[in-house]
């Protein structure tokens, strides 16, 4: 079991940038998907990006350029640098971790194991 805690939120003009962290504790021995999410008031929650564990990625569509997936070589920490920023992407952002064997893909989201508690972005225009 592990626990994402994600820090780095907050508060941001539009044009502006933001990075995202995610510490995960617990069983890091195990390898996992790693991956954030987003959900603004009054709508459904929905994938930003992940990283499987052979490194390859995944964006939503309308965040690609704009948005960049990284974790450390530990694979315990998870980022999310943000870029110009729009009020649209005002938000919760979560950060989550599902375990998958090597070279599996990642689970639909609602069926990843481990969740935070996610932190706040806001994007003023």
């Known amino acids: 079991q592990v626990q994402p805690v994600e820090s780095g939120g907050g508060s941001v003009q539009a044009g502006g940038s933001l990075r995202l962290s995610c510490a995960t504790s617990?069983?890091?021995?195990?390898?996992?998907?790693m991956g954030w999410f987003r959900q603004a008031p009054g709508k459904q929650r929905e994938g930003v990006s992940f990283?499987?564990?052979?490194?390859?990625?995944w964006y939503a569509e309308s965040l690609k350029g704009r948005f960049t997936i990284s974790r450390d070589n530990a694979e315990t920490t998870l980022y999310l640098e943000m870029n110009t920023l729009k009020s649209e992407d005002t938000a919760l952002y979560y950060c989550?971790?599902?375990?998958?064997?090597?070279?599996?893909?990642?689970?639909?989201?609602?069926?990843?194991?481990?969740w935070g508690q996610g932190t706040q972005v806001t994007v003023s225009s």
């Open positions: 989550a971790a599902d375990p998958v064997p090597w070279l599996a893909m990642c689970r639909p989201p609602s069926e990843w194991q481990y």
């Open positions: 617990g069983n890091t021995d195990r390898g996992y998907c």
């Open positions: 990283i499987r564990r052979d490194g390859s990625t």
